[in-house]
């Protein structure tokens, strides 16, 4: 099979550096599918269509909209984590999956609930789940990605539910990979895709070690549903760490970590960027038929997130930390949260750029919600040994799971959310 390089800015030889954290970095699939990641097994490939999203009557949200001004030039990845006497929104729901519901589960410390994340020159509203429903109001808001983006979604879910209840109303996929929920009271529609690369992809199985990406296709599993989506929230990043061998169209670009495979080593970075931009240019694409433009949507990327694993993933202490990382200390990201980072933020300002040239602007709306920083900064939000119930009910055992990857909740996730509310108002919601 032919193979070629895919990036012509791609060096010919790879700093001994990034040889030497791709290695590092190999082991964390083993540590985030067989367990951490309960989202671990493949759906089929024959599996059929399904479709989450319901049409619903697209009306312009209502004008009230909250009494607080959405400051438009703050940088809320900028910041620092302050002490914070109220807590969070939320202490109990029945939406949160099994593995992040620390309370229940027994962590005994609680001042990990007790921050609140202060951006350097602005302020970050509380979140206000009258204000989210209203803006969303006869709309479909869609999260798709890794279970990453589950954790927030779950996260937005609780957070929407003091103010008002919501049902499920479908359900598919092994572990609900596939699920919706209404919110009646304002006719809000919001779905998870499961989706860990966005484009097209076979999942590593036991007869195959390595992913399989088709970096030109996008995954249709969500992307079908494009045209009944209002607002999407992209999150992925997690699964781009793991060996995969890289396809455009029928040739194979090359592949990361895959040794015994006799194709060149192209890392991830390059091949993460392209997954945006195949999925960016297929939305503005279908946004524009006939050269006509079909209704509105925007888009919304959730940058990557970084996990806090110290010593050996199955290990008591995995991930020890009580108290956030000072800000001034930790100043700079680790090299490799910060080239993920980087490179989505890149990706979103392309798609900004090419959506006015392409004259959708108006109709297709590109922004980041950057949490890179802020996440990096709490390393004490994470379940750890908790992911399971009572760990050390019986003392403490030789080998104990660790999940330092997705966030308790309540916990410091539920930031991720508040920022979103403010993108989207930034983003002016009141689309053509």
Known sequence: MDTTNPFKDQPHSIPL?????????????????????????????????????????????????????????????????????LGPLYTKCGTVKEGQNCIAHGRPDNDYLYWRWKPKNCQLPRFDPKNFLQILKNKNLAFVGDSLARNQLESLLCMLSTFSPHELVFSHGEDNKFRKWHFPSHNVNISIYWSPFLVKGVEKSE???????????????????????????????????????????????????????????????????????????????????????VGAISVIVTTFTPAHFEGEWDKYGACPKTKPFDAEEKEKLEWMDAEMRETAIKQVNIAKKEATTAHVSNNVRFEAVDVTKLAYLRPDGHPGPYMHPFPFANGIEERVQNDCVHWCLPGPIDTWNEILLQVIKKMDIRLI
């Open 17 to 85: 550096r990034k040889l030497f954290l791709w290695a590092l970095y190999a082991l964390l699939p083993i540590i985030t599918i067989f367990h951490l990641i309960s989202y671990t097994f493949p759906l089929s490939l024959s599996q059929s269509k399904h479709s989450l999203l319901i049409n619903t009557s697209s009306s312009t949200p209502s004008k009230e909209i909250g009494n607080d001004n959405v400051e438009i030039s703050c940088d809320y990845s900028n910041g620092k984590w302050e002490e914070d006497k």
């Open 207 to 293: 007869k195959k070690n390595y992913n399989t990406l088709f970096l030109d296709s996008v995954d249709e599993k969500w992307a079908s549903d494009l045209g009944q989506m209002d607002f999407v929230v992209l999150s992925v990043g997690h699964w781009f760490l793991h060996s995969a061998v890289y396809f455009y169209g029928d040739k194979v670009l090359g592949c990361h970590y895959c040794p015994g495979l006799n194709y060149t080593e192209v890392g991830f970075y390059d091949v993460y960027g392209k997954a945006f931009e195949t999925t960016f240019k297929t939305i503005v694409e279908r946004r524009r038929k006939g050269g006509n433009v």
